[in-house]
């Protein structure tokens, strides 16, 4: 039976669990590291325009940059844990990223009135092979800059992008979002990282 | 000198207090300096956390002999940690030489703790053990003046440690007092009657740690400041679907049969459940989505058929909130704790909690209950509490205007029969009276009004209560 990921959340168990934290460990290896620069091109195109749309907050148009059944991960342990037995700062499918923005969209969610304006950086993009060809881990190092009501700060950490080749073109997977201070005490996170 | 104007050594204090509180402090209303006044924050950092129970961390995060894990006392840094005898402590971070932090580390194992600074080091019970090159002193160090200093009365609760610095605050269970009969209930629906912590969301606002304790039992704010939970847990109700979350405030909450109970110390609770049917699967009824949620539910219900409701339960927010003066709450699943940093500025730490299924009450299910209990725990901390955080924030900007003095809490005040006491003499309101508030600041305002008799303790062999 085919189940709508937007409404309903049939993908997210066992085995997606265990894929996760499969996908997710010693994968940054130099013997992975692609070259080809037609393709590391490619990456960096598609972690630009992701940032593009944020920063314009242009959610709807964003999350067309995920398959369907996708993640949006922000780990509260250094080294991502086990979002199985641990709590995350966010752990997002389908269902409640199109939650999050709906909130995000909707004029009483106060704490994104007024609405931040963000200015991301993205640099280091490095990607790397897995055992499928059609499906690229992408590293990249990251410092998004926020204002909000007179007050600036910034969020940094790298993020680890699970991308995979579908239907003529690159779509993500997972986004895992790796906060320095992720297991500290946060202001206010109310933006998509 | 007296007691109230020295500190422990003797050597004198600052006057206690520059503030009369009862010009502060109304049945009605506070002044709003009790929140943007430095000096009283100051005095708030001895007399309410220090001299009342304060909860430190839990039993589960130092499972071990030799376990650790870093907390804080109002502003002191504090070692919490299970020597290797088994007895919990609460040490202060700070070498008695020259007053260096000895362990830098949030959490970990350490059978001793060394200063980085002049190599000083310690026993995990607090024991100096040794300094280097020690023939440089005239005097040994079996003074125990030379010993970490630690609090020296530490208690738990069915696994939450609390600390005082008060020896003349009552036992521990006394202080809880009432509350512990809801914080006994939401223990012991879950296996074994106990709960492990599983990490965190950890958050943090601009404003006084008060403002948060001031919110822990309000139903008014509900469906005002979470207007944009509310409508998004329901966004995709159709037809017969039951509306999801906190919704049961929607209509007339004032005369829902859900209530506020005040008990002693500053201690409250909201009762939701009430509101909500408790009937075996009627919890899991109302949660609002969350991933994995349909999977879980699809095997669960395979495997325990009739049973998985009440199985189901357990991955769903119990509907109450208790709140333990000063800075521990438990709502939902959570265990919130709020820590001062500064006058303006507080961390609020919503620990996750995970079930331990020892006896199988869950039939093989507990792995499945705990995946699905991480993700509903994350929901109203991303989509509920940030909401009232800046909310928080801007009532701090707001009493920036000084000349506007006071801050008003009288709803169900002086309203006949609004306010009822239980059989045990416990006042219960509607969930959406101030009456909590009015009751927590009495409290407060007591304290304030004394300058407790706070010690420290070093000798190692004694044996606190």
Redesign the interface.
């Given at each position: 039976m085919q189940h709508d990921p937007s409404r309903t959340s049939y993908y997210v168990g066992d085995h997606f669990y265990q894929s996760l934290v499969d996908s997710y460990a010693d994968w940054q290896t130099d013997d992975a590291e692609i070259t080809d620069p037609d393709l590391r091109d490619t990456c960096r195109m598609l972690l630009e325009k992701e940032a593009r749309l944020l920063d314009r907050n242009k959610l709807d148009d964003w999350l067309t940059l995920y398959v369907p059944e996708c993640l949006y991960w922000v780990p509260a342990t250094p080294h991502g844990g086990d979002p199985r037995t641990e709590i995350a700062v966010c752990f997002d499918d389908r269902r409640r990223i199109e939650d999050r923005i709906y909130r995000l969209q909707n004029e009483f969610a106060w704490s994104q009135r007024p609405l931040s304006r963000t200015a991301r950086l993205i640099t280091n993009i490095s990607a790397f092979s897995t055992k499928d060809p059609d499906t690229l881990m992408v590293r990249s190092t990251f410092l998004t800059n926020e204002f909000q009501a007179g007050d600036k700060r910034n969020y940094t950490g790298w993020y680890g992008h699970k991308i995979g080749f579908i239907d003529g073109g690159w779509k993500i997977l997972v986004k895992q979002v790796n906060l320095i201070d992720c297991d500290q005490n946060l202001r206010n996170l109310s933006i998509i990282l | 000198m007296t007691p109230d104007d020295s500190f422990t050594s003797g050597v004198t204090r600052p006057a206690a207090t520059q503030f009369n509180f009862n010009e502060l402090i109304f049945e009605d209303r506070v002044h709003q300096c009790i929140y943007t006044e430095e000096a009283i924050f100051r005095e708030e950092m001895r007399k309410v956390f220090g001299g009342v129970w304060v909860y430190l961390a839990h039993e589960s995060q130092i499972p071990k002999n030799d376990d650790f894990v870093a907390s804080k006392l109002g502003l002191r840094p504090i070692i919490v940690v299970r020597d290797s005898t088994g007895r919990i402590r609460a040490l202060y971070n700070r070498c008695t030489h020259r007053g260096s932090t000895v362990c830098r580390q949030?959490q970990g194992s350490a059978k001793s703790f060394s200063c980085p600074y002049h190599g000083w080091s310690y026993f995990n019970s607090g024991k100096i053990s040794g300094v280097p090159w020690p023939d440089g002193y005239a005097d040994d160090f079996s003074d125990p003046k030379y010993n970490l200093a630690q609090v020296p009365r530490v208690q738990s609760y069915r696994g939450f440690i609390f600390g005082t610095l008060n020896p003349d605050m009552p036992p521990l269970k006394d202080y809880l007092g009432g509350v512990k009969k809801p914080l006994d209930e939401w223990l012991d629906r879950h296996p074994g009657g106990k709960l492990t912590f599983?990490?965190?969301?950890?958050?943090?606002?601009?404003g006084n740690w008060k403002l948060l304790y001031d919110n822990s039992a309000d139903g008014y704010h509900v469906i005002f400041?979470h207007?944009?939970?509310l409508?998004?847990?329901n966004?995709?109700n159709e037809g017969d679907d039951e509306d999801k979350g906190m919704s049961y405030y929607k209509s007339s909450p004032d005369k829902a049969p859900f209530y506020v109970k005040v008990f002693e110390n500053g201690h409250h609770y909201k009762d939701k459940r009430p509101a909500v049917d408790t009937s075996p699967g009627g919890l899991w009824a109302i949660e609002g989505?969350?991933?994995?949620?349909?999977?879980?539910e699809?095997?669960i219900r395979e495997k325990l058929g009739d049973k998985a409701g009440s199985v189901l339960d357990i991955a769903s927010s119990e509907p109450v909130n208790i709140n333990i003066f000063p800075n521990l709450h438990i709502l939902g699943n959570h265990v919130q704790v709020s820590q001062p940093v500064s006058l303006t500025e507080t961390?609020?730490?919503?620990w996750?909690t995970?079930v331990i299924d020892d006896e199988d009450e869950l039939h093989g299910c507990v792995?499945a209950v705990?995946?699905l209990r991480?993700?509903t725990?994350?929901s109203f901390p991303?989509?509920g509490e940030?909401?009232d955080?800046?909310?928080f924030e801007q009532i701090q900007t707001g009493l920036a205007g000084v000349e506007d003095e006071w801050v008003y809490m009288h709803r169900g005040l002086g309203i006949p029969g609004r306010i009822k006491r239980d059989t045990d003499g416990y006042l219960i309101g509607p969930p959406t009276d101030e009456v909590f508030l009015r009751e927590t600041m009495q409290v407060y305002k007591r304290l304030m009004m004394n300058e407790p008799n706070l010690v420290i303790e070093r000798e190692i062999e004694a044996t606190p209560d």
């Open positions: - | 949030q599983c990490d965190a969301n950890r958050l943090k606002f601009n400041s207007r944009s939970l409508a998004m847990e966004r995709l989505p969350h991933p994995g949620m349909e999977h879980y699809e095997i961390d609020t730490t919503w996750g995970a792995d705990n995946a991480m993700r725990q994350e991303n989509f940030l909401d955080l800046m909310n």
